[in-house]
């Protein structure tokens, strides 16, 4: 995708205007090589970024951490999302379908989960992207559990609206010392749409989720830290919460302590504002 549009608001930007002179070259880096595809996510190694920027690829692997939540990578699967990519584009009929065919090239990953999420009103404006990317994709959407549907008709079960107060109230009571992290999940969650509202099915469907994971994960310390660290890149999203769970593990994370944790809810609160 050799033309593509880079804001020039971005050196105005404060955030931007923290970085080192090495982050600055790999931010526009990512947004300006030739592997960027029309949505922002490609396939990209390490080596590939130090050689093509000039940098020692101990540097990249250092840097590109700290570009986060506007650059994310997925070192397992080699995968980088320039998440504000298609935002900052002259978004055409084509174009739209060029994102939908790049997203169908990528595949199954949690990038394209949270892509969905974000980009709601992208996909909801233009026909031709939604006829190519929906059907296929429609099984990675983040947060898809329809756990109330009736097994016989396979419809929507419609729940009393004092039952389903009780019902969120007694899922929010399962997490104890994690709740105060769950509510921030909600809120990161809702602040995705444009009513800035999760339905309350929705929350259930979400606090069931995030259930099953803090039973598998067996530890609430490092169930919490994870939801805080990945609330605080403004982002609410089950897979993401379990890839950061394993990276934790394999580092040997096991807790943290209550002035971290306190770090964390202050910097998810931060990203409760719309990135720019």
Same mark, same amino acid.
């Given at each position: ?20 002179? %090495? $982050? /600055?070259?790999?931010?526009? #880096?990512?947004?300006?090589?030739? *592997? ?5 996510? #490609? ?8 050689? =093509? ?6 540097? +990249?692997?250092? @840097? ?7 650059? @994310? #990578? ?11 990519? +298609? ?21 199954? *990953? ?7 999420? %974000? ?19 429609? &099984? ?39 709740? $105060?992290?769950?509510? !921030? ?8 749409? /444009? ?14 989720? !995030? ?8 530890? %609430? ?10 609330? &605080? ?7 993401? !919460? ?5 990276? /934790?593990? $394999? ?7 209550? =002035?971290?944790? $306190? *770090? &964390?809810?202050?910097?998810?609160g931060r990203r409760l504002k719309v990135l720019d």
């Open positions: 995708m050799p033309n593509r549009d880079f804001d020039s608001a971005t050196w105005n930007d404060s955030w931007f205007e923290a970085l080192t002179p %090495e $982050q /600055k070259l790999l931010f526009v #880096y990512t947004w300006t090589n030739n *592997h960027c595809t029309p949505c922002g996510m #490609y396939n990209i190694t390490f080596n590939r970024m130090a050689y =093509e920027t000039g940098l020692d690829e101990s540097e +990249v692997r250092r @840097m590109l951490p700290s570009l986060e939540p506007k650059i @994310m #990578y997925d070192p397992d699967k080699q995968i980088l999302w320039v998440r504000n990519f +298609v935002r900052k584009q002259k978004r055409g009929d084509a174009f739209l379908v060029g994102v939908g065919k790049s997203l169908l090239r990528i595949g199954e *990953h949690f990038f394209v989960g949270l892509f969905l999420d %974000e980009y709601r009103d992208v996909i909801r404006a233009s026909q031709s992207l939604s006829e190519v990317l929906l059907e296929p994709l429609r &099984g990675t959407r983040a947060g898809a559990v329809s756990f109330n549907k009736n097994k016989r008709s396979g419809k929507r079960t419609r729940i009393p609206a004092t039952e389903v107060a009780s019902l969120l109230e007694e899922s929010l009571g399962k997490f104890s010392s994690s709740r $105060q992290a769950v509510d !921030l999940f909600l809120r990161v969650a809702a602040s995705k749409n /444009k009513t800035e509202r999760v339905s309350d099915t929705k929350k259930l469907s979400y606090l069931a989720e !995030l259930a099953v994971v803090m039973d598998e994960v067996g530890d %609430e310390d490092l169930f919490r830290a994870a939801i805080l660290e990945m609330t &605080g890149k403004g982002i609410a999203n089950i897979n993401y !919460l379990k890839k950061i769970i394993t990276s /934790k593990r $394999q580092a040997g994370v096991v807790a943290i302590p209550a =002035e971290e944790r $306190q *770090h &964390g809810l202050d910097a998810a």
